[in-house]
């Protein structure tokens, strides 16, 4: 299954967003699962949280939450919200690597 995780930081936590922002890289560097893609948004407009997606192929949505949640920046609130959820593509190029 293809599943997503939306992720919006919280604008007073960009200090702790930079001190682990290479902790949080190794993590996704390591991660068990296979990230297909994974990356942040443009940049912000001001006092607004930047965002960022995670595309996995995983065998359920349970394994992807657990993923998730060991995130270094989940695990220290770097994130105001998170959504996590099956992704059902139906077209487009990338498609074919699946």
Do not use: C, Q
């Not at 390591?30 to 607004?48: D, F, V």
């Not at 995670?54 to 949505?61: F, M």
């Amino acid at each position: 299954m293809i599943v997503a995780r939306y992720a919006v930081s919280d604008p007073g936590k960009a200090g702790e967003r930079s001190r682990l922002l290479e902790e949080h890289k190794a993590y996704l560097h390591g991660a068990a699962i296979r990230i297909l893609l994974s990356g942040p948004s443009a940049p912000p407009a001001e006092g607004k949280g930047s965002t960022a997606v995670v595309i996995a192929e995983v065998e359920t949505l349970a394994e992807f939450e657990a993923f998730s949640a060991a995130d270094p920046f989940v695990r220290s609130g770097v994130y105001r919200s998170i959504d996590l959820f099956e992704w059902r593509p139906t077209l487009g190029l990338l498609l074919e690597g699946l």
